[in-house]
């Protein structure tokens, strides 16, 4: 099924792809860096790294803003929130938190694929409190207790 987004391009980006997505069978949709200039990233910081794009997200869903797999397994660079939720009621710029964990120093190019979006559906809940909840057979383990794999 094919959702349609509004989207804005702002003119900081006027040049740049809209997010796309590189196979047929991809999930996510390449991102890119809408900055005016080369920006370093030295190891260990954090940027934020404009894509000169706003979105209006449908009620009932989010934009994930995810890392790219080759960026974090090659430089250590990565979307430090990941992922990072873009609501269905926010309307400013579209901006990624980039994080660089790699030894090296790493060069944040313009048009630059930097992240993924994620196009996802969520549900708002109602709590229920209740006194106790139905057991299982995992019951509290958590951290590790169902075991390590070889």
């Not at 209006?56 to 660079?77: C, D, M, N, T, Y």
């Not at 309307?91 to 790699?102: D, F, S, T």
């Not at 995992?138 to 075991?147: I, K, L, Q």
């Amino acid at each position: 099924m094919d959702l349609s987004i509004d989207i804005v391009r702002m003119p900081h980006a006027a040049d740049l792809p809209l997010p796309e997505y590189a196979t047929a069978g991809a999930a996510g949709m390449d991102a890119h860096a809408a900055v005016d200039a080369n920006v370093t990233m030295a190891p260990g910081s954090i940027v934020l790294v404009p894509t000169g794009l706003q979105v209006a997200i449908p009620a009932g869903f989010e934009l994930q803003v995810r890392s790219r797999s080759g960026l974090a397994a090659k430089h250590g660079v990565f979307a430090l929130n990941a992922p990072g939720t873009i609501d269905s009621d926010y309307r400013g710029e579209v901006k990624i938190i980039l994080a660089n964990m790699g030894s090296e120093p790493f060069v944040i190019e313009r048009g630059m694929r930097i992240a993924q979006f994620v196009v996802a559906r969520h549900e708002h809940v109602i709590w229920n409190v209740v006194a106790a909840l139905d057991t299982t057979a995992r019951g509290e383990g958590g951290f590790g207790s169902t075991g390590v794999h070889p």
